[in-house]
């Protein structure tokens, strides 16, 4: 009858994670043939925040990072060519794995609310989902 | 002679659904984890209707939790549950009056649990503390049970269940719930949408027709 008293300490031991899904993904293609266009970033930064993720760089991809703070973000690229604007929405869920980890992040619904490129695919099917955006 | 027959029938039929006796228990594993933790407050109980191989089981409860791992988190929880389902006694034969069961339930929660949590954002270089609150979310599970149980005293039973636990569907407000009362943690890394639980009963029992 006591027996299974042994068995009580083995149950359920706390594992962490740290999910990692709060960025968007901006890939720049050539809009002749859809190839990786490196792109001549000359800033990237939020109207939430102050301060730049790229300075003056070539990059075929940019990363906007969501905040956990904010439902909505608004973050401008400023290229060579142009200045434009992308606008994101989404929810922040806290998660807690184990008593001895941090609270996790998870970022759901997040929406392309708007967007000023004039050329672009949407990849809806990622999450977060990716911008392609073609010159 | 045929209404006879069918007059035995109906009595018969009749008398299946009437109990031989109850019992009354509760879950002396949660009261001594409620000794032992002063942020817990574990309590259950549960009434057997017994229908000799069958046996009908109610059971319910109250869960409030506290774990305190600040500066990280501080998660507080309050709810109560019942379980209703019948587990099948495989030893109604038997001469004692010891139970070996297999059963199943069907468990739902109601509680209200906050999390106070910090955010450290290496992107944006902040720290935040921030807090989210699920009020009066409700839950519901299924459990696949196996007990025992043996007379220590007159119609005194001591008696255990190992209880898994599966198809947790719960509606989150502004997190996820880390706990759900009378199902235990909600998910871990390794346990997706299942996990264990144990039961230690004290049970009184009161019989009406001998067994």
């Not at chain 2, 006879?4 to 949660?30: A, M, R, W, Y």
């Not at chain 2, 906050?114 to 989210?132: M, W």
């Not at chain 2, 198809?167 to 949408?193: C, D, H, I, W």
Request: proline share 4%; hydrophobic share 35%.
């Amino acid at each position: 009858m006591f027996l299974p008293l042994l068995f009580i300490s083995c149950l359920e031991e706390p594992e962490c994670v740290q999910l990692n899904n709060n960025y968007i993904k901006v890939s720049f293609k050539s809009a002749t043939d859809g190839t990786v266009l490196p792109v001549l970033v000359d800033s990237v930064f939020s109207e939430e925040y102050i301060g730049n993720f790229y300075k003056g760089t070539d990059e075929t991809d940019v990363y906007l990072p969501l905040s956990p703070v904010f439902q909505q973000m608004s973050f401008i690229l400023q290229t060579p060519y142009k200045r434009d604007t992308v606008q994101v929405s989404y929810n922040y869920l806290p998660k807690l794995y184990g008593t001895q980890c941090e609270v996790s992040a998870m970022y759901q619904n997040v929406e392309i609310t708007k967007i000023s490129f004039d050329s672009l695919k949407i990849n809806v099917d990622q999450i977060p989902p990716n911008v392609q955006v073609y010159y | 002679m045929a209404q006879n027959q069918e007059k035995d029938t109906t009595t018969f039929s009749l008398t299946s659904f009437v109990p031989q006796g109850i019992k009354f228990g509760v879950d002396g594993f949660g009261l001594i984890r409620t000794g032992i933790n002063p942020n817990l407050t574990t309590i259950e109980g549960k009434a057997e209707f017994d229908f000799k191989k069958y046996i009908g089981v109610f059971e319910t409860g109250v869960y409030t939790n506290t774990i305190d791992s600040l500066p990280k988190y501080r998660y507080n929880i309050s709810g109560s549950f019942f379980k209703i389902g019948i587990d099948a006694n495989l030893l109604h034969k038997s001469e004692d009056k010891s139970v070996f069961t297999f059963g199943l339930r069907y468990g739902r929660a109601r509680q209200t649990d906050k999390l106070q949590y910090r955010i450290n954002d290496p992107v944006y270089g902040f720290t935040d503390n921030l807090s989210a609150v699920n009020s009066k979310i409700g839950g519901g599970w299924v459990e696949m049970v196996v007990g025992l149980q043996v007379e220590i005293f007159n119609n005194l039973y001591l008696g255990y269940s190992a209880r898994y636990k599966l198809g947790l569907r719960f509606k989150q407000q502004e997190f996820v719930p880390f706990e759900m009362a009378g199902y235990g943690r909600t998910e871990t890394v390794s346990q997706k949408n299942s996990t264990w639980g144990f039961n230690y009963y004290l049970l009184y029992s009161i019989q009406w027709e001998g067994k």
